[in-house]
């Protein structure tokens, strides 16, 4: 217990030089530790940086720029005498019309043969199909000035040579058409065969 009239005690000088020395030391510490970790920073972001400048030009060298891909080559087929490929010619006709009814092929409603083409198929109401001679197969597209393209599915005891029939529903009409000599378009069907079937797509 502190008594009256005593002084106080006092650091030995030697005991407060050794304290301030340990706080200089702790500053000094505190100070190069915080430089460390701004140097390791630094060095990490550094190196980071490199690393992903090598890694782009790496894939700039390797990496080949891709060509743009060739257009497939489109095949095309040109008309030849065969029968594997379909045969295209122009032939002059004397091209004459038709119709279902009696005037025309004998034969009125109730007929079991009434609008029946002689391949068989049923000649739908404004059908566009013609009779052609017998050196044009069934199937056969001819596309005709004047009418348009149309089937071959007829024939007729007139029609022989370079004569040809088409079908016009309407009587008048067809009296209307008259005698016509006109370059005919005729697309032969692939081997020759009958194309009846394709009747129904030529309607108009």
Known sequence: MKQ???EPRRLP???ALELIGALLRHERVLKQTRIWLIVHLILTLAAFATLMIFFNLTMVVVTPALAPAAPTPIRTEQPTSRGSITREIVRDMVVT???CDPE???KGPGHPAYRIAANGSAIGYQAQVVAAPPDIPFGSVVIIPGYGTALVVDRGEAIQGDRMDVHIESLEEAQAWGVRRLP???ILPKGGG???GR???IHL
């Open 13 to 15: 000088w030697g005991v």
């Open 184 to 186: 005919v378009k005729i």
């Open 194 to 196: 009958d194309c009846a």
């Open 97 to 99: 019309a038709y119709t």
């Open 4 to 6: 009256r009239g005593e």
């Open 199 to 201: 009747i129904e797509r």
């Open 104 to 106: 025309s092929t004998g």
